[in-house]
């Protein structure tokens, strides 16, 4: 009986112990439960915010990259602007409607989504955009409110951003029509069961419920902002997904309780199972904190970027432009003076067609770093465009003069880089301009350094000037004429005329050689040496080079064609030309497109050309000699170094300057030193040709001496092409047509 009782003790204490700790346990579970529930619904509701927010930024990042190319671009907004609508609406769903206003907000385009109806007024004077655009003019980034002058509905959101187009102030508007954004986010973000309400300002503007019976008690209230918007969401579950997010555990340990043991190994697989759910939730809790860190370092990035230039990280022309207002502000006020030099590296544009653009960014980075290392401290470096720095030097600053300055930039520029497999020299024009001369204003101060530096760049490379006040008028003047260059390349005012060589025996043209005229539409003929400096300075040379190569290369064609044979072709190239790296291939390729044999085309260059092409540039000269070109160098005299060069490289033909055929046969030196010409020429087995011959004289010398080939007005004049053709059918005679009918 004892035992028995024993046994009922035992088993009651048992059964007290296994429901006190069924119950305990069981309340324990739900308990924990509820609160992970809780914390579930609160990560949702932050999943969704952060979404928003997301979303949000991605339609202010559309409208200020579509406002900066609409305000980068020269074309009308509008034909841009449509082009792109339909790309925006696609990608962006909850995108309403484009609105572009001018400065007085007026309505000045309008695209709209499918299904939507344009805007009822044409004017937003009064709008909330309006208000706000007039207590903040200049606004950095897109801005959104609410303004239901815009939107169909009130709670729509609003994204503006100003741009300047054709000079004037717009602005971009887009609208976001917020319930079907919402609405989008609740349907990706959140899972089945839930039930949304999103208020503003107490009003439901979206709701996605239809059970509110666990409302009061499962309610989680979240504040949904951007910018100065701001919402509130409202999330709870509804009982079939409250059962669903409860686990059996507490029926387990309830049904579990009578046998401890394995009611403990629930448990503690329970506990177990928990910790690991509570630690996922803790992980994405820091990966949504790192991306919200990696999102506030891009928008940090993004700041830097708008007034510092990508590549050097040294001040952009906006960082510039904003640095200058506030010292020129300064200094006017002081009357002191500051200094603006203007740094360009010399043909970085043709460096980065011949090498490509990795090399040419390579050279930018090293040379931004060398004057860098020399400027002082206080020195305002920036990069303005992608061959140009610019520093800025306070008067008051102790240490040297500009001058020096520049001197110490254009020093350190100037050594060698070793780039990959290219040895590569860069030179820098500089010029310098002062505040005071621009009576502080900045738009002065920018132009009246263009000045100096075009002053500088006419010196050729390392040129350092100072402005002048008359040098306004002469950038005036060089930008006029480099605009109708382009314009005369474009409308093909440029053309080759054509002087022939004649064979005094025979009096019949051996060669032609083409010479460059530029053709205005007034009928003015401007010859070569009045625009070719300037073109070489630009991008213009290219384009002119392989224009006179290709009009050279059809004309000697249909010359060919006609039966004028043998005819070959001078062309004049000045070493800019020659040594530019695409000048083998063009003379290649519009050689064999004509069908001309190579050595009908002769290249006339000036002695010191050939001398630099003998000392620095020997891969060219070896190109031309692959290709099967003819060269003609153009002597005033003969040196030492040009008998070395001619030892490396023996031209084809060689012609006596204009200068010293002048005075033959009357001037003794002259006379002297055209005869060693001829006697050079001879003895190196070259073609020897005098060039001007004006008088009957000059040719009887010439003829005594055996110097057969003479080119000058006497013989034939300047002619175009179609004045010339019928003339190489038969011997010259000296009659052709006056030069004024060129």
């Known amino acids: 009986m004892h035992a028995r009782w024993r046994l009922v003790r035992r088993l009651l204490l048992i059964l007290l112990l ?55 671009d020269d074309q009308n907004y ?35 989504r499918n299904g939507e109806q344009a805007l009822a007024k044409d004017k937003f004077p009064t709008s909330a955009l309006a208000q706000a655009a007039a207590s903040v003019p200049q606004i950095p980034h897109a801005k959104s409110i609410l303004d239901e002058q815009f939107a169909n509905n009130a709670s729509d959101i609003v994204v503006s951003l100003p741009f300047e187009s054709l000079n004037t102030t717009h602005y971009l508007v887009i609208v976001v029509d917020i319930h079907k954004l919402i ?30 019976e666990l409302r009061d008690e499962w309610l989680v209230e979240r504040p949904l902002s951007f910018t100065t918007n701001q919402w509130t969401l409202e999330l709870w579950p509804t009982p079939e997904k409250l059962n669903q997010m409860y686990s059996a555990s507490a029926q387990l340990v309830f049904f579990g309780g009578l046998i401890l043991t394995a009611g403990g190994l629930v448990l503690g697989w329970r506990s177990q199972r928990l910790h690991r759910t509570v630690n996922e939730h803790k992980g994405e809790v820091k990966q949504l904190r790192k991306r919200l860190k ?12 708008a007034d510092h230039d990508a590549q050097t990280e040294l001040p952009n022309k906006n960082g510039l432009k904003n640095y200058l207002l506030k010292q020129l502000e300064t200094i006017a006020d002081e009357q002191q003076d500051l200094h603006l030099l203007v740094i360009s590296i010399d043909s970085l544009r043709e460096l980065n067609h011949a090498l490509g653009h ?41 240490g040297s003069s500009v001058e020096t300055l520049a001197r110490t930039i254009r020093e350190a520029i100037s050594p060698q880089l070793f780039i990959d497999d290219h040895e590569i020299y860069c030179s820098a024009s ?74 005094l025996r025979s009096h019949r043209a051996e060669s032609v050689e083409g010479l460059l005229r530029w053709r205005t539409a007034q ?16 991008g213009l040379i290219f384009s002119l080079t392989e224009f006179v190569i290709r009009s050279a290369c059809q004309q000697l064609k249909r010359w060919h064609e006609a039966g004028i044979e043998p005819l070959s072709i001078g062309l004049n190239l000045s070493l800019r030309q020659l040594t530019m790296p695409e000048l083998p291939k063009l003379l290649e390729q519009h050689i064999k497109r004509a069908q001309v044999a190579p050595d009908d085309i002769q290249l006339d260059i000036d002695e010191a050309s050939f001398l630099q092409l003998c000392d620095h540039h020997h891969a060219t000269l070896e190109q031309f000699k ?60 070259c073609q020897v040709i005098a060039v001007a011959v004006e008088n009957h004289q000059q040719i009887d010398f010439l003829k005594q001496r055996n110097c057969y080939l003479a080119q000058g007005n006497l013989l034939a004049t300047v002619l175009t092409a179609e004045q010339l053709g019928p003339l190489l059918q038969s011997p010259f005679t000296g009659s052709q047509p006056p030069l004024a009918s060129l």
Request: with cysteine; net charge negative; proline share 3%.
């Open 294 to 305: 990696n999102t506030h370092a891009t928008e940090a990035k993004l700041v830097f970027l």
């Open 430 to 503: 500089i010029g310098i301009a002062s505040a005071k001369d621009a009576n502080y204003q900045l738009e002065t101060l920018f132009h009246n350094a263009d000045a100096a530096l075009y002053k500088a760049k006419r010196q050729g490379y390392f040129g350092i000037e100072r402005y002048q006040p008359e040098e306004r008028f002469e950038l005036s003047e060089r930008r006029e004429r480099l605009h109708a260059l382009r314009i005369a390349l474009e409308k093909q005012e440029l053309e080759l005329n054509y002087q022939p060589i004649i064979q």
């Open 523 to 538: 009928g003015q003929v401007i010859e070569p040496r009045q625009f070719l400096n300037l073109m070489e300075q630009t």
């Open 18 to 72: 296994g429901c006190v700790l069924t119950l305990v346990s069981t309340r324990f579970i739900l308990l924990a439960e509820d609160q992970t529930i809780r914390q579930r619904l609160q990560d949702d509701s932050r999943q969704l915010e952060y979404q928003l927010r997301h979303v949000m930024l991605n339609y202010t990042f559309a409208t200020e990259w579509t406002a900066r190319r609409l305000a980068a």
């Open 626 to 685: 692959k290709l099967g070109v003819r060269l003609c160098v153009n002597l005033l005299g003969v040196s030492h170094q040009l008998l070395q060069a001619m030892n490396f490289c023996s031209p084809h033909a060689i012609k006596i300057a204009p200068e010293l055929v002048a005075d033959i046969p009357n001037e003794p030196v002259q006379t002297e030193l055209v005869e060693s010409i001829i006697r050079l020429a001879q003895n190196s087995h």
């Open 183 to 212: 609405d989008q986010l609740v349907r990706q973000q959140i899972t089945e069961g839930y039930q949304v309400a999103v208020k503003l300002d107490e009003q439901s503007i979206y709701r996605f419920a239809g059970n509110d």
């Open 358 to 398: 990795p090399v040419g960014d390579e050279i930018i980075q090293r040379i931004a770093l060398r004057i860098n290392k020399v400027v002082p401290d206080a020195v305002y470096l920036a990069r303005t465009t992608i061959d140009t720095f610019v520093a800025v030097q306070n008067s008051n600053e102790s």
């Open 78 to 112: 509008a034909e841009q602007l449509s082009s792109e609508a339909e790309s925006l609406f696609l990608f962006y769903p909850s995108l309403q409607r484009i609105i572009v206003l001018d400065n007085d907000f007026n309505k000045r385009f309008e695209r709209f």
